[in-house]
């Protein structure tokens, strides 16, 4: 929360209930939620918040560095708060999102060929597969 608020100073970006209250969510979250699931969530708490209020703020989140976006090929933008250097586990069939840190991937070379696309500002793997919850069911 101390990061956001000093982003947020830094940038002239007022500090509102809302703005800080879909931050938290998105920081506490371990599941890495969607714009509706943080929503449903914040609006517990707050239930005057509108979903429009949700997504502009995630957006603003996005374009000051306080979140990541992540899409599982669902068709939805998962948003994630931890900036430090990690990977993510998805679950193909139910998209459950997980960090994790493996200092083996975070050396990995990458390759000359990318110099042709742009400039690359980060990198991380993302394993895909099955969860335990999944794989039990089958």
Known sequence: MTHFETVCRDKGIKRTHQRIEIFREVAQAEDH?????????????????????????????????????????????HFDA????????????????????????????LPDVLKNFGKVKTAQVEARGLCKAC???K
């Open 33 to 77: 939620p969607d714009a509706e699931q943080i929503f449903q969530r914040v609006q517990k708490r707050m239930p005057t918040v509108s979903l429009d209020t949700v997504y502009r703020t995630l957006w603003l989140l996005h374009e000051l560095g306080l979140v990541i976006t992540l899409h599982s090929g669902r068709e939805r933008t």
């Open 135 to 137: 794989l039990l069911k």
């Open 82 to 109: 931890n900036l430090e250097k990690h990977h993510h586990f998805v679950c193909e069939h139910c998209g459950f999102t997980r960090d994790f840190h493996c200092s083996d991937l975070d050396r990995i070379r």
